[in-house]
């Protein structure tokens, strides 16, 4: 039992690149989240999915695009990467919607 | 526009001692208030919760302290210990119209001395 797994861990782009970050669960779990963490900010809600096929924005969408094709995966994709873009992700599940669980996170630099 | 703000920043206890961590809201829909704990290099953690028809819930060292009617909820840990060392995070989610996202303070950093 897996629960949340995140890939890459780390990764480095320069400005204008593109790139998905995955994550899956093998909790059968409807809801799933991206996160953003940035030092003094706390975790700000950039999307989210209450079920395959379903997703939402959350509060910093913008440069970021989600789809939700299976109940397993939820990938975060960044269309043009710019150095405000610079944290770690963490991606999130849910069975009910409450008490999630947070994957081990990706650490992300844009240059 | 923050609508969880969390204080302290940073907190020194001594081991032993009780460690108060605060938090209050904006939004009268949010039903359900879970304190995430988290350590350097992982993911948070879910480390207790509260829905707004208790006052107080306790797991273990740690208790929610709830107050709805001035919209607040507070963390305290007793006998604080050095492994609680870590960063706490509150958070909200309603379940109405917020569609249980769920929206986080800003974290505080627990250092438990010696």
């Known amino acids: 039992n897996a629960g949340v797994t995140q890939t890459p861990k780390f990764q480095v782009l320069k400005t204008g690149q593109s790139m998905t970050l995955q994550c899956a669960q093998d909790?059968?779990?409807?809801?799933m989240s991206w996160y953003r963490q940035d030092p003094g900010m706390g975790l700000r809600l950039i999307h989210y999915?209450?079920?395959?096929?379903?997703?939402d924005q959350g509060e910093v969408p913008n440069g970021y695009n989600v789809s939700r094709s299976t109940t397993e995966d939820f990938p975060l994709r960044l269309l043009s990467a710019a150095p405000s873009q610079t944290s770690v992700y963490f991606c999130?599940?849910?069975?009910?919607?409450?008490?999630?669980?947070f994957g081990s996170g990706t650490r992300l630099t844009v240059v | 526009q923050q609508q969880v703000k969390q204080s302290p920043q940073s907190l020194i206890v001594q081991k032993g001692g009780i460690s108060i961590i605060n938090c209050a809201y904006e939004?009268?829909?949010?039903?359900?208030f879970p304190w995430y704990q988290q350590f350097p290099g992982k993911g948070p953690a879910l480390l207790i919760a509260?829905?707004?028809?208790?006052s107080e819930k306790k797991e273990g060292r740690f208790t929610i302290s709830f107050n709805k009617s001035a919209k607040q909820f507070s963390l305290h840990i007793m006998d604080s210990q050095p492994g609680d060392s870590a960063t706490y995070f509150c958070?909200?989610?309603?379940?109405?119209?917020?569609?249980?996202?769920?929206?986080f303070g800003t974290g505080t950093q627990l250092k438990v001395e010696l």
């Open positions: 999130a599940s849910s069975w009910t919607g409450d008490g999630y669980t």
């Open positions: 909790m059968n779990h409807e809801y």
């Open positions: 999915s209450v079920g395959a096929g379903i997703t």
């Open positions: 939004n009268t829909a949010f039903d359900y």
């Open positions: 509260i829905r707004p028809d208790v």
């Open positions: 958070a909200a989610s309603g379940s109405t119209g917020g569609g249980n996202k769920l929206t």
